[in-house]
């Protein structure tokens, strides 16, 4: 498995790299009608740099990526239609951050999920852990308010961290399975403090499968970020792997330098 997070500083993405980069020939109609889509530039930004780091990806492992079509399922999850049947892989991308995992092997499914750790505008913590109540277990919902959390300012950041971790597995491992929209969040019970994951509450197993969590800070903001895989030979399921140092499970890369390459090997 391969991962790669990639940077935006917004400040250094100008518009002669974004109309090279939206007129590489690697991006299908749909993407470009897509990136053209958004109001904001931030967001077009995001959704370029997300449709173009695959290929990037591919360059490093050999492949030409000129020889790969990338299409994508009724639920939107991208896929290698021709060119490298056994290159899996899987995009998430929030705020400043895009990041993307990959596997060389075409009976592991992988899905990846980043989130910025930060509430929204208006809400603390009991707040915005209430609105996400009907997709948390109990177990979940008192792992980040009870104590030593509840004693604290409603926004002490270690419990929305905490919030963002189990959420970011429950989206990783919806997107291994390549569910969209849908899926009872609440089937999924990440026992934090266990580093523990369990699924119908232990009736469906999760042998085969691999979750490897770690946080990464952006701009002086904390972003989590995980990686669920199935298929992988050994692994019992259920243990998260914690990464302590990112950079040991994460390469990190700036946008600029990615869709630069990318443009030029186009």
């Known amino acids: 498995m391969k991962v790669y997070a990639v940077k935006l500083d917004f400040s250094t993405l100008d518009h002669d790299l974004y109309d090279r980069a939206l007129a590489s020939p690697l991006l299908d109609d749909e993407s470009r009608t897509r990136v ?49 049947p056994g290159f ?8 400043n951050l895009v990041v993307l995992a990959h596997d060389d092997d075409a009976s592991s ?52 961290i905490r919030l963002f971790q189990l959420w970011t597995l429950k989206e990783a491992y919806t997107k291994a399975l390549g569910f969209g929209l849908g899926f009872d969040f609440a089937r999924v019970e990440y026992a934090l403090d266990a580093a523990y994951v369990s699924i119908d509450s232990g009736l469906t197993s999760l042998a085969g499968w691999a979750f490897d969590e770690t946080r990464l800070d952006v701009q002086g903001h904390p972003y989590a970020i995980v990686v669920a895989r199935s298929g992988v030979v050994g692994a019992a399921g259920g243990d998260v792997k914690r990464w302590a140092a990112p950079e040991d499970l994460i390469a990190l890369l700036d946008a600029r330098t990615v869709l630069e390459q990318v443009v030029q090997e186009s």
């Not at 695959?54 to 639920?75: K, Q």
């Not at 308010?145 to 929305?160: K, N």
């Open 36 to 84: 053209r889509r958004f109001f904001r530039r931030e967001d077009a930004w995001r959704c370029l740099v997300g449709r173009l780091l695959p290929f990037y990806a591919l360059r490093h492992t050999g492949i030409v990526p000129s020889s790969i079509h990338i299409s994508r399922t009724e639920s939107g999850k991208p896929f290698i239609a021709t060119g490298a």
């Open 88 to 95: 899996t892989f899987n995009v998430s991308h929030d705020s």
């Open 109 to 160: 499914a992988v899905g990846i999920d980043v989130m910025r750790c930060a509430l929204p505008n208006g809400e603390t913590l009991q707040s915005f852990v209430h609105i996400l109540s009907e997709q948390l277990t109990p177990l979940e919902r008192a792992s980040i308010l009870a104590a030593p959390f509840a004693q604290s300012a409603p926004e002490r950041p270690d419990a929305v």
